[in-house]
């Protein structure tokens, strides 16, 4: 399974509804994995401006990454990236590599909702998500 990280929604369930949700389900699907095997995590804007786990997922994000048993994680946006590996790189600079994240290899990539308004960025993304395929071996 693909553990992905994504700062849209605003709660349990919100990664997959609208049409972020809709772009989110085919892009698993076309990376060959079922959309109900992968564990999803949705991060939100507080009032402060600080990006933080959803107040209504337990157990904390750092549990769950160090829990999960997900091979791989895919990071959707840049401001999930940011907050996920403490840096300010821009996701010029995020995508693209492969780095490591609570001893899994992780990836960066544009969020549906970028998608859906710039759909230029799409063979980009696909790109990420092959990245993420070869590192799985699928």
């Known amino acids: 399974t693909v553990l992905c990280a994504g700062k849209w929604g605003d709660g349990a369930g919100a990664m997959w509804s609208g049409p972020e949700g809709e772009l989110l389900s085919r892009m698993i699907s076309a990376m060959k994995l079922n ?7 949705t991060l939100v804007q507080v009032p402060d401006g600080e990006t933080v786990e959803a ?3 337990p157990p904390p994000l750092s549990v769950q990454l160090r829990e999960s048993e997900s091979k791989a994680l895919l ?3 840049d401001r999930a990236a940011q907050w996920l590996l403490q840096t300010r790189e821009s996701m010029d600079s995020l995508r693209g590599k492969c780095r ?8 960066v990539t544009y969020g549906p909702e970028v998608l ?13 998500m092959q990245d993420v395929m070869r590192t799985l071996k699928i």
């Open 35 to 41: 959309p109900q095997t992968v564990h999803a995590v």
């Open 55 to 57: 107040q209504n997922r």
């Open 75 to 77: 990071i959707f946006g």
């Open 100 to 107: 490591t994240l609570a001893g899994r290899p992780a990836m």
């Open 116 to 128: 859906l308004q710039m759909p230029m960025y799409k063979a980009m993304a696909w790109k990420d």
